[in-house]
């Protein structure tokens, strides 16, 4: 479903993506993990094309951007609107509502009608555990409950894969377990989910690939028992002594 072909990633004399190729399949999740500064945030960009690399290929189902072609804008917002993104902070408009902030994509990118909208997004809020908080706004939420607002905003664009930045990062500890708890629905439900996080336990339980990156390279990669268990390079098993696992 995504095809990966030597992605390379240069802010000027900075190569931080040192030529990524990776496959991954339709309804999987794949967990990136590894220390600060390896290229996992860049990577995650330019999978949605926040970021358009310098070198190479990506291509999701028939759509694709090609850095060997001369790319334009109506492609990158074609391939952009494959993919949902969830960041770190949550990113929401602090002037509109749950459901507002839920429904202000499909209204204005996609043309979907008011009511059409609304009625998508309160399914949504409920999905996510929210559906009581429509009408409420940002700072009348918690941190955990505006992350899933945020989530609920992704999925309302219907992406065919849906990306997670540090999704948790920002959350007190006693409101992780809600997020995680909605993007394991997520993957149980098939849903395609690339996820850059310092979560181990989810990599542990929700992932079908774990993904090991530093130094803009992907050092190794495998099924969570076997990259937790019995990792084969020596930079992966430091890196799992270092954070404890």
């Known amino acids: 479903m995504i095809s990966i072909q030597g992605l390379h990633k240069n802010f ?5 993506l040192k030529g990524i190729d990776l496959q991954i399949e339709q309804g999987k999740v794949v967990v990136v ?9 860049t990577f995650l960009r330019c999978l949605n094309a926040l970021e358009l690399p310098s070198e190479g290929r990506i291509s999701l189902d028939s759509t694709a951007i090609d850095l060997s072609e001369k790319v334009s804008g109506k492609q990158i917002s ?7 993104m969830v960041f770190q902070s949550y990113n929401l408009f602090p ?3 749950a459901l507002d902030n839920v429904t202000e994509g499909p209204i204005v990118v996609k043309g ?4 059409e909208a609304q009625r998508k ?14 009408n409420e ?16 905003r992704a999925l309302a664009m219907e992406p065919k894969v849906m990306l997670f930045d540090e999704p948790t990062s920002a959350l007190d500890p006693e409101l992780v377990g809600e997020v995680l708890k909605v993007m394991k629905d997520l993957a149980a439900e098939g849903m395609t989910m690339v996820v850059v996080t310092h979560e181990m336990r989810f990599a542990r339980e929700a992932a079908d690939e774990v993904i090991f990156m530093d130094n803009g390279a992907i050092v190794e990669k495998g099924k969570p028992e076997d ?3 019995n990792p084969k390079e020596e930079r992966t098993r430091r890196f799992l002594r270092l954070i404890g696992e």
């Open 12 to 16: 000027g004399e900075l190569e931080v």
């Open 33 to 41: 993990i590894g220390p600060s500064g390896s290229g996992k945030t």
């Open 78 to 84: 074609e391939f952009r609107r494959l993919t949902g």
């Open 95 to 97: 002037h509109k509502t």
């Open 112 to 115: 979907v009608g008011k009511e």
């Open 121 to 134: 997004a309160k399914v949504l809020l409920q999905k996510v555990g929210l559906g009581e908080k429509v």
């Open 137 to 152: 706004y940002p700072f009348q939420l918690s941190g955990g409950q505006q992350q899933r607002v945020g989530i609920a």
């Open 227 to 229: 990259i937790f268990k």
